[in-house]
């Protein structure tokens, strides 16, 4: 199968990803400039051969994204599902982060599915050991994603739901509600969530957009959960009236939630270069303060600082 186009028909894969594809057809460019197939469905490129083959540059078709996206996820379930049955709480993390980065590279109906099954299965292993959730926030990482950032939100969302005592389906969708709140930035310039020094005004309101760009994106994905979507918009809200984009003060309990312990992990990690983390301790303390200044409701804190002593 050999086909020359001009506009852009194939993406470039991750390297660390091939062996991950059954299903899904790989291609690569020739000399000539020519797409060619490289590997067809139902083949796998198993990881010993990615070691010691020279393997060219591969591709997937554009209009195979959202298939390629969720048979990674798949595999990535698998691999937690396992993993998590054994304890192995670093690969549990990278499965996260992994299913985390697909969905927001591809926010469609298929990939949500999968993250959705990725909380069931982390809220379940959970509810039999809730220390594992600590044990994944703990995980020290170098490169601060909005993926890894969207993950941590995620389990110290879990743990509180834990704590409260919420039902399964509360909790999986508190969960769901806290690993995509952040949805919307994927339509914020990369130049900006990365920007190595303070945002300008301009750069400010534009970042300030996310929780609304979410809605779209949300949108075009088929996601109608209430709780996902009022996360997703109302996560940087405050109960004075205080936050963004609207400045309201009647805020669902999971914007209440997942506003609080977003703000908590982004102090306690270094999102920018030029911004110093500040240990749990210090964050506690920026909340409280926060708190007595009306931004969050104080039994919402009091409830949250409970549910990091487990
Ligand atoms: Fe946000
Ligand atoms: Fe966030």
């Not at 500040?278 to 909340?287: R, S, T």
């Amino acid at each position: 199968m050999v086909e020359l186009k001009t506009h852009v028909t194939h993406v470039a894969v991750r390297t660390t990803q091939i062996p991950l594809y059954k299903e899904t057809a790989l291609y690569y460019r020739s000399d000539e400039g020519e797409w060619v197939l490289y590997k067809k469905p139902g083949e796998i490129i198993s990881q010993h051969r990615l070691d010691t083959e020279r393997i060219p540059r591969l591709f997937i078709l554009t209009e195979d994204r959202e298939s390629a996206a969720v048979e990674i996820q798949t595999s990535f379930n698998r691999i937690l599902d396992e993993s998590l049955g054994a304890g192995d709480v670093k690969t549990v993390h990278n499965c996260l982060v992994g299913i985390a980065v697909e969905t927001l590279n591809e926010p469609r109906s298929g990939t949500m599915r999968q993250a959705r099954r990725s909380v069931a299965l982390l809220t379940r292993a959970s509810t039999r050991d809730p220390a594992i959730l600590k044990q994944i926030t703990n995980l020290y990482h170098l490169d601060y994603t909005t993926a890894l950032h969207s993950v941590n939100v995620m389990t110290l969302t879990l743990g509180f739901a834990h704590k409260v005592g919420y039902g399964w389906r509360r909790t999986l969708e508190f969960g769901l509600a806290a690993l995509l709140h952040d949805i919307g930035k994927i339509q914020i310039p990369e130049s900006l969530l990365k920007s190595p020094k303070p945002l300008t005004d301009d750069e400010f309101r534009i970042m300030r957009q996310h929780p609304i760009m979410a809605l779209d994106v949300l949108d075009r994905a088929k996601m109608t959960l209430p709780k996902v979507r009022a996360a997703a918009i109302e996560h940087h809200e405050r109960i004075n009236g205080t936050g963004y984009p609207f400045g309201k003060t009647d805020i669902s309990l999971v914007g209440q939630i997942v506003g609080i312990i977003d703000a908590y992990e982004a102090l306690t990690n270094e999102d920018r270069p030029y911004r110093r983390a500040a240990p749990p301790g210090k964050a506690l303390q920026i909340l409280r303060e926060e708190t007595d200044r009306g931004y969050h409701m104080p039994s919402l804190y009091n409830r949250f600082l409970q549910s990091l002593s487990v």
